[in-house]
């Protein structure tokens, strides 16, 4: 068995040791299922561990790189993936009991693309029941019991991607797999204090992932550091004609060089939170002011105004409505374990067709007014939540407001700013977006901070990430002893 | 979308934002805002339907729920709805076409 400190590390060095041969993939991966198996259940991380298929995985790759064929930076490095995508013959539960059962004879095309590069999947990371998909009150709603933070284990990773947040800051991989909707990915990076990315819209396959909106839904990595993030999205990237609203060839592949931006030019925003710890402000500045330091220069900026976040929850909520319809109309949906999932179908069909197309008409203005932004800045900055991770209320199976453990309370002020939360605007608008640790609490929780940047310039957003963390180490720090 | 065009769809952007925050209280905090009677009906129709379809599987609870969402869908309704749109603007779905691969 490796040490803890060799399981913490990111995968740019796992690759390089691997590559040398001074690691053994098989001992890496043995490592981290003894790791998974201990500290897993007491975190709720896993809806199943794929032990066996990582062995395989395992043992294939190491065979492979002693014969000197080694495929690329995630050749025999362990991941885990949401339980949202397909994995043959193993159960895909979209973290909800009326699909407790279910599995797939097919791989995920991302899940195809991992094996062709030659990694090693763990296991499938436990997530808010379909991904939040009908709606949710807090961290409770999931098949596998509510995910902890290894922070505070009082407290929740946020969601959807709660368990893949939760593996990736507790050492139990070095990476998980995460899907974002409008959120999923940036708010459990935050609360977990690990490097997360949504990449543009259409840039990886979503085919055998579960759908919530197709308009919307994307999946990316959760990790160490913006490089890793870089590393794998230049792995799993790429057009397929599976998905329809894949990118063309051309446009979805990712080729990541880990290069430098001479003077990126940042936007912070100043009108995207209705209410910031003044400590998260301040290590939100510290962090631009390093970025200034390294030569980037930093503006102030506003998102103009609009009903982004309305727009985004009608889409997700009226695709939602049409891509769960089955399940709706069986009745089935009164087995999921969140009371605003159980009704929150039946709501949604009453929307109307000429009210979706206003919606998405609405959405193209938007998306137009923010790219603008983009003639001015490389990025815009923001925190990557309006709070640090807030503690698991009772599992009373009461419902409360949705989302609401993602919200913060509003100010008795104005402007009011919560249509302009940062995950709607880049959400609604397809833009990627990166999220990275810049600080910790007095209660030693994280803070994060968000880079977004152009459509498809997912490169700028990672390389001012990257810059942040070539002058910090809080993306180094790890939770206290669990 | 020309330069001078944009500007002129901004402007009234920002017209329309301030005209959405004025009637009510919702964006501040203080509470949602009050529906209309035209809203109001709109939500008790669309309340009829879902138990008229789905009655029988909800309890008093989830009746009262669904009648709370409702009107919070409504008021996100409201806000899209008045959204100052041009006849051109296009909605951001679309046919994709599949070209022939000789």
Same mark, same amino acid.
């Given at each position: ?482 | 979308?020309?330069?001078? !065009? ?5 402007? @009234?952007? #920002? %017209?329309?934002? =301030? ?5 009510? $209280?919702?964006? !501040? ?5 009050? @529906?209309? #009677? %035209?809203?109001? =009906? ?5 309340? $009829? ?8 599987? @909800? ?44």
């Amino acid at each position: 068995m490796v040490g803890e400190d060799i399981l913490y590390l990111p995968i740019r060095e796992l690759g390089s040791r691997i590559r040398k041969r001074t690691l053994s993939p098989m001992e890496l991966a043995e490592s981290y299922i003894e790791r998974s198996r201990r500290l897993g259940p007491k975190l709720n991380a896993y809806a199943t561990l794929t032990t066996e298929l990582a062995l395989e995985q395992a043992r294939a790759a190491e065979k492979e790189i002693a014969a000197g064929r080694y495929r690329g930076p995630l050749h025999g490095i362990p991941y885990a993936a949401k339980d949202l995508v397909a994995v043959k013959g193993y159960p895909t539960t979209w973290g909800a009991p009326p699909f407790a059962e279910q599995k797939f004879d097919y791989n995920a095309t991302v899940v195809e693309k991992l094996n062709r590069a030659g990694a090693v999947l763990l296991g499938k990371a436990a997530m808010i029941e379909l991904a939040g998909g009908l709606g949710y009150s807090n961290g409770h709603a999931s098949l596998t019991g509510p995910s902890r933070n290894p922070w505070n284990a009082e407290c929740w990773t946020c969601g959807s991607s709660s368990g893949s947040g939760a593996i990736v800051a507790a050492g139990l991989a070095p990476w998980a797999l995460g899907s974002d909707t409008r959120g999923s990915i940036m708010c459990p990076t935050t609360w977990c204090g690990v490097s997360g990315m949504r990449p543009s819209f259409g840039r990886v396959s979503r085919h055998g992932a579960m759908t919530i909106a197709w308009s919307m839904d994307k999946l990316g990595p959760m990790a160490r550091s913006a490089d890793d993030c870089g590393l794998i999205l230049s792995v799993i990237a790429g057009h397929d004609p599976k998905d329809h609203d894949s990118l063309p060839s051309g446009l979805a592949e990712f080729s990541y060089a880990a290069g430098n931006r001479k003077r990126l030019r940042i936007g912070r925003l100043t009108n995207v939170w209705n209410e910031l710890d003044p400590a998260m402000e301040t290590a939100i500045d510290q962090s631009l002011k390093a970025l200034e330091k390294n030569g980037a220069q930093i503006s102030d900026t506003q998102i103009p105004d609009g009903p982004f976040q309305d727009a985004a929850e009608l889409t997700i909520l009226i695709e939602a409505a049409s891509a769960f319809q089955q399940m709706i109309q069986s009745g089935s949906c009164a087995k999921l374990k969140d009371p605003l999932g159980q009704i929150n179908g039946y709501v949604s069909q009453e929307f109307t067709a000429s009210d979706y197309i206003q919606v998405q008409r609405v959405r193209t203005f938007l998306q137009r007014a923010v790219d603008k932004l983009f003639d001015r800045f490389d990025v815009i900055a923001a925190a990557g939540s309006s709070t640090t991770a807030r503690r698991l209320p009772p599992a009373t199976g009461a419902a409360t407001r949705p989302t609401a453990a993602r919200q913060a309370p509003l100010a008795e002020r104005r402007p009011d700013n919560t249509q302009r939360a940062p995950d709607a605007v880049s959400s609604l608008c397809g833009l990627p977006a990166i999220g990275v640790p810049c600080g910790f609490s007095k209660d030693n929780l994280p803070y994060g901070i968000q880079f977004i940047a152009r459509a498809l310039d997912d490169e700028a957003a990672i390389a001012a990430a990257r810059s942040l963390q070539l002058v910090t180490d809080w993306h180094k720090k790890r939770p206290p002893a669990l | 979308m020309s330069r001078r !065009d944009f500007g002129r769809r901004v402007a @009234l952007f #920002a %017209a329309a934002g =301030a005209a959405q925050r004025n009637p009510g $209280a919702a964006q !501040d905090g203080r509470g949602p805002t009050p @529906l209309d #009677a %035209a809203e109001q =009906a709109e939500v008790d129709a669309k309340y $009829a339907n879902v138990i008229r379809k789905y009655g029988d599987r @909800l309890s008093d609870e989830q009746r009262s729920r669904v009648r709370e969402v409702l009107g919070r869908h409504q008021r996100m309704l409201r806000r899209v709805r008045t959204f100052a749109l041009d006849n051109s603007d296009s909605p951001a779905t679309g046919l994709r076409l599949y070209p022939r691969k000789d």
